[in-house]
């Protein structure tokens, strides 16, 4: 069965740094698409940054571009966000998502398994 544990979130002031972690368990990475995607209260999940299985080539929203990393452990198991500049229009609900059909995607109806979300607040 496959499990996504998300960790990491927190209170961070504005221009601050966070680096999210979202441990994969009862399935290997490989061979699957990963998003991260986040949810803002009262508004629709929206997709954050994506890496393609096929090549491992990455994708991000126009918002995120420049400031967010995402990258992979094999080793661990892991995808990880790490998440510099932080504005306070970056709180939400931040979850990882695997998808097996599509080889990258940024909309959540792409994606089979998801984690049960870690929460990042951006606030002085």
């Known amino acids: 069965q496959v499990q996504l544990v998300e960790s990491g979130g927190g209170l961070v002031q504005p221009g601050g740094s966070l680096v999210l972690s979202c441990a994969a368990s009862?399935?290997?990475?490989?061979?699957?698409?990963i998003g991260w995607f986040r949810q803002a209260p009262g508004k629709e999940r929206e997709g954050v940054s994506s890496?393609?299985?096929?090549?491992?080539?990455?994708y991000y929203a126009d918002s995120v571009k420049g400031r967010f990393t995402i990258s992979r452990s094999a080793a661990k198991n892991t995808v990880y966000l790490q998440m510099n500049s932080l504005k306070p229009e970056d709180t939400a609900v931040y979850y990882c998502?695997?998808?097996?059909?599509?080889?990258?995607?940024?909309?959540?109806?792409?994606?089979?398994?998801w984690g049960q979300g870690t929460q990042v607040t951006v606030s002085s």
């Open positions: 998502a695997l998808a097996s059909t599509w080889e990258w995607g940024m909309l959540p109806w792409m994606y089979d398994s």
């Open positions: 009862g399935v290997t990475l490989d061979g699957y698409a």
């Open positions: 890496i393609s299985k096929r090549d491992g080539s990455t």
